[in-house]
């Protein structure tokens, strides 16, 4: 086994092994601090992934060969042999950046825990929960076989309905057990929603190819214009669904909502992200015609989702609801870059998605801490926040505009790629669709300003006149990571676009011929 290999099996094995010692440490604390370090060497494990890889990075073969992804490591084992199945892994430009971004919020996560455990559970069982979720996310980015997809897709359900259930909301209270259970069960139901088309696509494709290897499938060359139509339409529904797009949305709000905070980070900032990788990797690489076919739809509908998602958030009274519903918003940037099937617009789908996922994931981290010192996310009961705890608001003032798209921050490539995208793929849609969503990401603007003159000015209200200036040490911890990456990837964007740029080109080129 090369060290590529090991490294392979090795990012998806010690988050495994670390939920089993975690459940199996019979100490809380001591539980909580394996976990922690399980979740750190899956983070080495995933940074080291970068090396060894290939001068060309990954690419996708000449026209002779149908397209078959390079990736710079990949395992390649026998798994269910009479049905040709395999266990079959690969790393590339478009899954590191992910992988490493599942790896990093796990660990911060879990370090988050070792100084508070929500109420509702044992922080032992919390952290053990959190590590499946990663196996389940880190196997979907990983998985190079659409049986494997599938199954690792699935594995994140129950663990993410559990702690949802078991370790949300305000409290014990009957009302507050009913609404989390409420929001996990709309979640279940919705996820399970989303997998039964994607079985059903997966069906499509196998049965029609006779093959589940992504690597063979990729370009579509294996499958008929009518199959690729109705593999794509199953395909990119049930990745609507998980991403979430609009508008099979709704599950969105609930579940942030009542999850708890570590919850929310690993919800928004990684579990949506199976979804529109799904549709880049999966739906638009094995079935490019029908992606063709559906273009204009996906740009109607991703611009739909930045305008609506937007009006709503102006609408919000309650923090965590707020910036639940901007994800939607910020997804439908994603959807617009892929439904433009251009290089720009792919490679804006990708550094929005890591731009999302570091952002929100912060967004979240400070919702959670100002909601747990005063016990209330009502917008109007938190005014006056510089006032009294001006670490944490300049932390939130930084927080929106980096998710607002201010130039020099992560959040800004991704819109302004997309709307880009939208205009260099001309004619009157496109161009009308470059427009409108140039106006969503204004209003993107109106309402993150809104909610920070709601929250940081003003006379301070008796929930917030009670709070400290200081930040805890684990906090700090947590969040500090965020706003590095933020930074560094805002000024320089060429730690995402730089390994994804070979395999972007060569994915376009697949899907154009």
Not at 6 to 34: E, H, K, M, S
Not at 163 to 190: C, E, H, M, N, Q
Not at 477 to 496: D, E, K, N, S
Request: hydrophobic share 60%; net charge neutral.
């Amino acid at each position: 086994m090369s060290a590529g290999e090991f490294l392979l099996v090795a990012v998806l094995a010690v988050p495994a092994l670390g939920a089993l010692a975690v459940a199996a440490t019979p100490r809380d604390r001591a539980a909580r601090i394996v976990g922690t370090v399980a979740a750190a060497l899956t983070l080495v494990v995933a940074v080291a992934l970068l090396g060894g890889r290939a001068a060309g990075w990954s690419a996708y073969a000449p026209p002779d060969a149908a397209g078959v992804v390079r990736p710079w490591h990949a395992v390649d084992l026998p798994w269910v042999p009479g049905l040709d199945l395999r266990f079959h892994l690969g790393v590339d430009g478009i899954s590191w950046p992910l992988v490493v971004l599942t790896a990093l919020l796990t660990l911060l996560c879990c370090g988050y825990s070792l100084w508070r455990v929500p109420g509702g559970g044992s922080g032992r069982a919390l952290v053990a929960l959190l590590l499946v979720v990663e196996v389940g996310i880190l196997g979907t980015f990983l998985a190079l076989d659409l049986v494997l997809f599938f199954l690792f897709f699935e594995v994140v359900l129950l663990p993410m309905y559990a702690i949802i259930v078991g370790w949300g909301g305000d409290g014990t209270d009957p009302v507050s057990l009913d609404a989390r259970r409420r929001a996990g069960r709309k979640f279940a139901l919705y996820t399970l929603f989303g997998s039964v088309l994607l079985l059903v696509g997966v069906y499509v494709v196998v049965a029609a190819a006779g093959t589940a290897d992504i690597v063979a499938l990729t370009g579509g060359t294996e499958l008929s214009r009518a199959t690729q139509l109705a593999a794509f339409t199953l395909l990119a529904l049930a990745f609507a669904v998980k991403s979430p797009l609009w508008p099979l949305h709704s599950w969105l709000p609930d579940a942030h909502t009542q999850a708890p905070t570590v919850g929310s980070v690993l919800l928004a900032g990684v579990l949506l992200k199976m979804g529109t990788y799904g549709l880049i990797r999966v739906a638009v690489g094995v079935a490019p015609e029908g992606a063709r076919w559906a273009a204009p739809v996906l740009g109607v509908l991703a611009v739909a989702a930045i305008l609506i998602g937007s009006l709503v958030c102006l609408a919000q009274t309650e923090l965590k609801r707020l910036i639940a519903y901007s994800s939607v918003g910020h997804m439908g940037f994603v959807l617009l870059g892929v439904a433009t099937l251009t290089a720009t617009g792919i490679q804006a789908a990708l550094i929005g998605n890591v731009a999302h996922g570091i952002i929100t994931g912060l967004l979240f981290f400070l919702a959670g801490a100002i909601k747990d010192r005063t016990h209330t996310g009502a917008l109007t009961e938190l005014s006056g926040l510089r006032e009294t705890a001006p670490r944490l608001s300049g932390l939130l003032a930084f927080a929106a505009v980096a998710s607002l798209g201010l130039p020099g921050l992560a959040g800004f490539w991704g819109e302004a790629f997309a709307v880009v995208a939208a205009v260099e793929s001309g004619g009157a849609l496109w161009t009308t669709l470059a427009v409108l969503a140039a106006i969503g990401g204004a209003l993107t603007a109106a309402y993150l300003l809104r909610m920070l003159r709601r929250v940081t000015h003003g006379e301070p209200t008796p929930v917030v006149a009670a709070l400290g200036p200081g930040l805890a040490r684990a906090e700090l911890v947590a969040w500090v990571p965020l706003v590095l990456l933020a930074l560094a990837v805002g000024l320089a964007p060429t730690l995402v676009l730089g390994v994804a740029e070979a395999p972007v080109e060569a994915l376009v080129g697949v899907v154009a011929r």
